[in-house]
T-cell receptor, first 115, second 114 residues
């Protein structure tokens, strides 16, 4: 049973293209996140959604747009891809239950390479 | 603001050696503290956590104690294995509206040689 899944796992594309990454969680969690991990493994929060509402929107270019069609899905659309967007993108989710609220569950990552 | 500082890697040890990865934090209030592990090619997963001062989190032979007086949460293991090779992230939680946000350290890569 996959708890947090992402597609695709690998994405190689040309500069200037538009691409989407999909994330789904079957844990019944209320909150979902997108992170970017660079080549030095530094992890940066990009967005957080709570019950389909945006609650964290860190300073990322507006070429990045998250979309949450329902509580179980948080997709990331990227317009006009740039070389610096090459990274691993992780989706995560967390419950709102007391005692568990701060634990995040991560997907396997999407490795994006922009040429 | 709130922050987490981890020792810089990579940390290279021989199998069965004792491991310490240092983590110190700066925070207002009383955050919960976490260690996450990222094995090669995978996402992060929670290793252990502690929610208040003097709590000890433990899992898979790893331990970390929440030390308020030194604002530290060092990760230790008595005898490491090759399979422990991974990147380890220290994190703390801060309230954000009705939820929490995790503040992450930079990660420490651990390499265990047979």
């Amino acid at each position: 049973d996959t708890a947090v899944s992402q597609t695709p796992k690998y994405l190689v594309t040309q500069m200037g293209n538009d691409k989407s990454i999909k994330c789904e969680q079957n844990l019944g969690h209320d909150t979902m996140y997108w992170y970017k991990q660079d080549s030095k493994k530094f992890l940066k929060i990009m967005f957080s959604y709570n019950n389909k509402e945006l609650i964290i929107n860190e300073t990322v270019p507006n070429r990045f747009s998250p979309k949450s069609p329902d509580k179980a899905h948080l997709n990331l659309h990227i317009n006009s891809l740039e070389l610096g967007d090459s990274a691993v993108y992780f989706c995560a989710s967390s419950p709102l239950a007391v005692g568990l609220i701060e634990t995040q569950y991560f997907g396997p990552g999407t490795r994006l390479l922009v040429l | 603001g709130d922050s987490v500082t981890q020792m810089e890697g990579p940390v290279t040890l021989s199998e069965e050696a004792f491991l310490t990865i240092n983590c110190t934090y700066t925070a207002t209030g009383y955050p919960s503290l976490f260690w996450y592990v990222q094995y090669p090619g995978e996402g992060l997963q929670l290793l252990l956590k502690a929610t208040k001062a003097d709590d000890k989190g433990s899992n898979k032979g790893f331990e970390a104690t929440y030390r308020k007086e030194t604002t530290s949460f060092h990760l230790e293991k008595g005898s490491v294995q090759v399979s422990d090779s991974a990147v380890y992230f220290c994190a703390l939680s801060v309230p954000m509206d009705s939820n929490y946000q995790l503040i992450w350290g930079a990660g420490t890569k651990l390499i265990i040689k047979p």
